[in-house]
């Protein structure tokens, strides 16, 4: 080969070629971003629109259906859905994997440009799911008892100290006590003087003004005159004069008060029992994860040591930190590769018994991931789990290339070659075979392409980085290892008169040769054999369960509650106590965290909130993982069924899909027969093992005033629906009249009647109503108000309307239990406008397996088309790829063996299987083509050939077994998406190299004719 030649002429050239990549390399490698996961885009868009004191029906009707009209006609939307809760509405829009969701949104907001909404509706917002886009870091602030002030403090001092760091996109602050000026009246007294809500909403904001009055010119002097008269005390505002009766003024104390008080509470979060302020921290879409997260750590540091010794100090406490598991599942990434490295490294010590070799193949494995870092740098992939994984994968890879080059020079040197023409000679007669082996391997992830849902987005990174190392190693094995075989070599140099002998052959292979020759004699034996093993092995495949991704143990987990609807949120902060004494003592958990009226997010990139919901997270002691944690979480979900009227779900923080693992959607009109049909589905579900925390979206009910004007009395008093609605609103819900100026800060101030008026049903019937006339007529005579029951929330997909049943899955694998719900669903007998189909996972799963299994073919398409050019041949590759599916039969066995479910991780194992394990049968093959090429029968060129090639192949597949060992056997962080991937290579290549050493050989035999050269 010419590449050969010219490394061999020219060592300083390609020393300083393999110098320059290894700087690169090392300059790209402290560029590259820190991430936990590759940059993944949900082709999902939610439209989410606010409508203040809006029941679910309402939010429908007025919100929900135009949004859906004017949205689903936007090019490549698949399905749209809403949720119409209180006060909320999510429209939710999924688009096909291969979508621009860039271009995607600006054509959904010329859509809404168009929606007619309620001029009250908040204007509507787009939210994108988007791991990435959750905050990075959740800090607890405590240190005083004076939550108001530790609110003010966050918001006016913290939040720009944090925010101005590089890589801090933004940085929200919740929980604690917000300041407000409350303005309350006594309704009897506004009924006695006739006094509306209206004249004193707008007496305030008359009142609270500045404004410019021109300019003044004295002589040659100019003044801008201002006319100052906004409040500057609260007392101030009780002195405003609202009315004048009977010549004497009202003032706004007579007939009220108003004081300095507190926004109604949302949310209230506390750790480890204590209430607290939170900051959540969101990082910037470029930035490195890690790197924000110290300077976020050091920048509180500094900040707590300012706010020693002061009235309010502050101390903040780090309880959600994405940085740490990314850097613990990054080093353990590095660790099990370094192992890999070194354990491959000593293989080929014990094989080759030369020092020198062992060195100049081991350089394969560092120059070859330095390389890999400066090719990531350059397609802009991060440093995550995946990628990682990938160079983890390959490390066992990289010496494979080097060994078989090494390994023919070995052979002509010893034949009685200098050491150049030796490495001339060898490094070329396998130059090809190494090149053709080496594009089987990468041309098998290019159908990752094609891969739609998460699997897809998930695994490209991982299939560059292996793409790029074994690039990297080839160029390693065709130019760097013959250029150092040949050093200390003189330029002329004796041509050997014999032909090259494989060095002296170890003990191994007498006995291979021995069972070789019995093989060859009964070679339909052998081949019955093999497909029986192949029979057998489809059968244990066919008996394990699948899942859509291994879910991952962070040492954290979430519990998410919902209390009866309609309970109010001091209610559901009492109940969550008595669930946090519970988790107090429990052994093994180093800090709880909890969030009063926030839940888990509903997969449309937000975090919900309401009353009755809330949420804690549960941190784990160092270690705590895997098994540990699961029995973590049995024990607590045990133990928390003893707390009346909550209902509870446990789950793991999400990282990839945000869909719950079981979702049984029932689609019907109705909304009373849709909730009774909902409970009869998920009673029958209680029933199917390995389901827990079920939970469907039509239980309880959102408690509801309704009032029901009488449009006849209205006319009488000379009022209308809206007039009177409104008055309704402002003294129940209250109107902020105008703001108050404290120093930077404006301080609402809202008006309304006193809470004694407007506590109970009877206060708010007994509410005045003022008339145009003059006057005031009480709420009772002109409507009808009653206490009813509305849905907590209306679910549709597409035109119907539908309900949700979620569960948990708890020792069972997602396909199986799937195909239980299923049946469940066919015996029950639903009314005829009714339908009941499975959704959540299971969807992706379908999706990810479809286009998995379109890859693995594609792939397998891909080795033939590359070993039908190397070898000329159509005949020959299909002797080849009969390794493929019998290396299943390993992967069978040690998936088996090892208790491990077929997922998404799996199948790649087996796509990255199908490029390696041709690798061996290559090197054979081909050699064997030499040798009857140089006139050897077919029978003796076969048998020569496996003499000749065993070590290498041997010596091959121990350095990639050892490489992947460490990853099989890891038990830190992330170590479920690395395991299943590693036990399935190492499984398949360990049996496809058995079947290589023997039943190529048979098959070879038995295929290609005598007369082929």
């Known amino acids: 080969m010419r590449v050969v030649q010219f490394s061999i002429r020219r060592p300083v050239t390609v020393t300083m070629f393999f110098v320059a990549i290894a700087v690169f390399g090392f300059v790209s490698y402290d560029q590259l971003a820190l991430n936990l996961l590759p940059e993944i885009s949900y082709p999902t868009l939610t439209i989410r629109t606010r409508y203040e004191a809006a029941a679910p029906a309402e939010i429908e009707s007025l919100i929900s259906k135009p949004v859906e009209n004017a949205v689903s006609v936007v090019n490549n939307v698949v399905r749209v859905s809403s949720v119409s809760k209180p006060e909320v509405s999510d429209v939710i829009l999924e688009f096909s994997w291969n979508t621009q969701m860039d271009f995607a949104s600006l054509d959904v907001r010329e859509k809404l440009d168009l929606v007619q909404l309620p001029l009250d509706a908040d204007k509507p917002i787009l939210l994108r799911y988007d791991p990435s886009t959750d905050p990075i870091m959740r800090v607890s602030v405590t240190g005083s008892p004076r939550l108001a002030a530790i609110r003010y403090q966050c918001e006016e001092f913290v939040r720009p100290e944090v925010e101005s760091i590089a890589g801090v996109a933004a940085v929200r602050v919740t929980g604690g006590l917000e300041e407000e000026i409350q303005v309350e009246f006594d309704e009897q007294r506004l009924e006695v003087l006739d006094i509306s809500i209206q004249e004193l909403t707008s007496r305030l904001s008359d009142e609270n003004i500045n404004l410019t009055g021109g300019t003044l010119r004295d002589g040659e002097a100019k003044y801008l005159v201002r006319t100052l008269n906004e409040f500057q005390t609260v007392e101030e505002i009780n002195e405003i004069v609202v009315a004048l009766r009977n010549g004497a003024p009202v003032r706004l104390k007579d007939i009220g008060r108003a004081y300095m008080g507190y926004k109604e509470r949302e949310i209230v979060t506390r750790l480890n029992g204590e209430e607290s302020v939170e900051i959540a921290v969101f990082k910037a879409a470029d930035a490195n994860t890690v790197s924000v997260a110290q300077l976020v750590r050091s920048q509180l540091e500094t900040l707590e040591k300012d706010y020693e010794g002061k009235r309010d100090p502050l101390k903040f ?28 490294t000593i293989v080929l010590f014990l094989f080759l018994r030369s020092l020198k070799s062992t060195l100049i193949i081991a350089l394969s494995i560092p120059i070859s991931v330095v390389a890999t870092f400066f090719l990531m740098y350059l397609s802009s992939v991060s440093l995550n789990i995946m990628s990682l994984s990938g160079l983890a994968l390959g490390v066992g890879m990289l010496v494979d290339n080097s060994i078989v080059v090494l390994e023919s020079i070995y052979r002509y040197h010893k034949a009685g070659l200098g050491v150049r023409e030796a490495a001339d000679k060898g490094a070329s007669e396998v130059g090809h075979a190494v090149v053709a082996s080496t594009m089987t391997t990468i041309c098998v992830f290019a159908p990752i392409v094609f891969v739609e849902g998460i699997a897809g987005q998930l695994f490209a990174d991982q299939a560059l980085t292996v793409t790029f190392s074994l690039g990297a190693s080839l160029l390693v094995a065709i130019m760097l290892i013959p250029m150092l075989s040949s050093l200390g070599g003189k330029k002329k140099e004796k041509v050997a008169t014999q032909k090259p002998q494989a060095p002296t052959r170890s003990k191994l292979v007498l006995p291979y040769m021995f069972l070789l020759k019995i093989a060859l004699k009964a070679r339909l034996v052998a081949v019955g054999l093999a497909l029986l093993c192949f029979a057998g092995a489809m059968w244990l495949l066919s008996g394990l369960g699948s899942e859509l991704i291994p879910e991952i143990s962070q040492g954290e987990f979430l519990v998410d509650y919902e209390l009866p609807p309609g309970t109010p949120l001091e209610e559901t902060s009492v109940r969550l106590e008595e669930v946090e004494e519970i988790i107090d003592p429990l052994e093994g958990i180093s800090s709880y965290y909890t969030i009063v009226g926030s839940g888990n997010q509903t997969g449309v990139s937000a975090v919900e909130e309401r009353e009755h919901i809330g949420q804690t997270l549960v941190r ?72 827990r925390d079920l939970k469907a979206s039509t239980e309880g009910g959102n408690p509801e005033v309704h009032v029901r004007f009488d449009r006849r009395k209205l006319a009488v008093y000379g009022l209308n629906v809206s007039q009177a609605a409104n008055l309704v609103r402002n003294k129940v819900q209250g109107d902020i009249a105008t703001e108050f100026n404290e120093g930077d800060r404006k301080i609402d101030i809202r008006v309304r009647v006193r809470e004694q008026d407007r506590r109970s049903l009877e206060n708010l019937r007994n509410l005045a109503l003022n008339l145009p006339s003059g006057g005031s007529v009480h709420l009772s005579t002109v409507a009808e108000v009653s206490l009813e029951e509305g849905p907590v929330e209306i679910r549709r997909i597409g035109p119907q309307r539908d309900a949700v049943i979620s569960a948990n899955l708890v020792g069972r694998d997602l396909q199986s239990v799937v195909s239980d719900i299923r049946n469940t669903l066919r015996s029950l007998q639903l009314p005829s406008d009714f339908s009941a189909y499975v959704s959540g996972q299971s969807e992706e799963r379908e999706v990810a397996f479809e286009s998995m299994q379109f890859a693995i073919l594609l792939a397998v398409f891909l080795v033939y088309l590359v070993m039908a050019s190397q070898f000329e041949s159509l005949v020959q590759p299909f002797i080849i790829m009969f390794t493929i599916p019998f290396g299943l039969i390993g992967v069978a066995a040690t998936l088996v063996l090892t208790q491990q479910i077929i997922n998404v991780v799996v199948l790649i194992g087996v796509v990255v299987l199908s490029g390696i394990v041709v690798n061996n049968s290559i090197v054979l093959i081909d050699y064997t083509n030499q040798l009857r090429h140089q006139g050897m029968s077919k029978f003796e060129a076969v048998q020569e050939a496996c003499a000749v090639r065993i070590r290498t192949i041997l010596m091959t597949t121990a350095t990639t077994v050892l490489g992947l060992l460490p990853m ?35 098959l070879y035999t038995l295929i290609v004719r005598e007369k082929t050269a």
């Open 968 to 1002: 099989a056997l890891s038990w830190g962080e992330g170590a479920e998406l690395r395991v299943p991937l590693a036990i399935t290579v190492i499984g398949g290549l360990f049996v496809a190299t058995l079947l290589t050493l023997v039943l190529i050989p048979v």
């Open 620 to 691: 784990l002691e160092p270690g705590v993982l895997h098994q540990a944690e699961a029995l973590v979480i049995e024990d607590l979900r045990g133990r928390v069924l003893g707390v009346p009227a909550v209902k509870f779900k446990f789950s793991r923080p999400t990282l990839f899909s945000f869909k719950t693992p079981i979702e049984v959607v029932l689609q019907g009109y109705n909304l009373n027969a849709l909730k009774l049909q909902a409970d009869r589905v998920k009673s029958e579900l209680e029933e199917v093992d390995g389901l």
């Open 317 to 344: 406490e780090v309880v959600l930190d994405q940085s740490r598991f990314i850097k613990r599942s990054i080093d353990e990434v590095l660790q099990t590769a370094i192992i890999g490295g070194i354990l491959a």
